[in-house]
């Protein structure tokens, strides 16, 4: 089964620094799926950025960019000029291409911090 | 983009009767829902994938008797926690599939609903 785990239960930047959120996983599989979700106060998921396991290319969505490490099994979100909207928990998440499944597995999330 | 809804936000309820969540797609049809228990400063944990037509698949330790799930239509998922408990007490959330292409779908969420039982 697969495994997603966040170091980090919570982080803080100062607004219009740069943060990094770890993620790591665990897979036997070649092809997969991995994502970072955004939950502000109000609970509701937003889905930050995606990847595609057989792109080599890392994931940009304006601020948010990953460094995905394969071989490591390492996908880490890094926001560049974080602002105030961006205080929230964050979760990293594994999704198989096998079988066509839609299982999502998450981590336990990384609640960030943004300082005025 | 696509609108999941879900409905109530909140309810709270006696111990021993039982609520529905509702969980509909707005703007789109999902063949396919899945429905999330979330407690306090956790990560969501899948209760179960709801598919149109046909029954719900309930992960492991997952009562199927008491969270019953009905996907009735392409565009509806129900959650019925039955006999509730306090112990039922949690953060429900769904999410529902869309396929943009052959190979790419997405999942939306639903707000959540928030669930106190007394």
């Known amino acids: 089964a697969q495994t997603v785990t966040q170091s980090q239960p919570e982080m ?3 607004e219009a620094e740069t943060v ?5 996983y665990d897979t036997s599989e070649s092809d997969y799926y991995l994502f970072w979700y955004k939950q502000p106060p109000s609970r509701q998921m937003i889905l930050v950025i995606r990847q595609e396991a057989y792109k080599q290319q890392n994931a940009t969505e304006n601020r ?11 996908f880490s979100l890094k926001i560049s000029d974080s602002q105030l909207g961006d205080a929230a928990m964050y979760f990293c998440a594994y999704r198989s291409r096998k079988g066509g499944s839609e299982k999502l597995v998450f981590g336990k999330g990384t609640k960030l911090t943004v300082n005025p | 983009g696509a609108v999941v809804s879900q409905h109530p936000s909140w309810v709270i309820c006696k111990s021993g009767t039982s609520v529905k969540i509702e969980c509909r797609s707005l703007d789109f049809q999902a063949t396919t829902m899945f429905w999330y228990r979330q407690f306090p400063k956790q990560s969501l944990m899948l209760m179960a994938t709801s598919n149109e037509g046909s029954k719900a698949t309930y992960e492991q330790g ?3 008797d008491k969270f019953l799930i009905n996907h009735a239509s392409l565009t509806l998922s129900t959650l019925t926690v039955t006999s509730a408990h306090p112990e039922d007490s949690s953060f429900y959330i769904c999410s529902a599939r869309v396929k943009w292409d052959r190979v790419n779908t997405e999942a939306f969420f639903g707000q959540g609903t928030r669930l106190t039982v007394v």
């Open chain 1, 12 to 14: 803080s930047v100062q």
């Open chain 1, 20 to 24: 990094t959120l770890s993620c790591t």
């Open chain 1, 64 to 74: 948010f960019s990953v460094n995905f490490q394969k071989a490591a099994k390492s």
């Open chain 2, 62 to 64: 997952v009562e199927k």
